[in-house]
């Protein structure tokens, strides 16, 4: 498995506009997270990027999601990106490197 780092460029009344399509957003990202494809999302502070991380063997994992997200489809999202992440360190490390 590999990560996929999902990078949201949000609007700047994203706060004041995100409250109708909230509920919709996080049953689709919990959705994901129970289907073991979203390991981890949520804005940045001050809320101009969101970043939500995916473990699949391709980026189609999150670029589904984000032809899927409500916050995408409603305009909440300026633009988006999908990069995948080579992950050494931590408990769900797709490639751990541990020192010599």
Do not use: C
């Not at 949000?10 to 990202?29: I, P």
């Not at 001050?46 to 997200?69: K, Q, Y």
């Amino acid at each position: 498995m590999k990560h996929f780092a999902l990078f949201y460029d949000l609007v700047s009344d994203y706060l004041e506009r995100r409250g109708q399509y909230r509920d919709e957003h996080l049953r689709l990202a919990w959705a994901a997270a129970d289907r073991g494809e979203l390991v981890l999302g949520g804005a940045l502070s001050p809320a101009d990027t969101a970043i939500l991380v995916f473990r699949g063997e391709t980026p189609e994992v999150a670029e589904a999601f984000a032809r899927a997200d409500p916050y995408v489809i409603h305009g909440l999202v300026r633009s988006h990106r999908v990069r995948e992440w080579s992950t050494v360190v931590g408990e769900l490390a797709a490639n751990p490197v541990r020192p010599a």
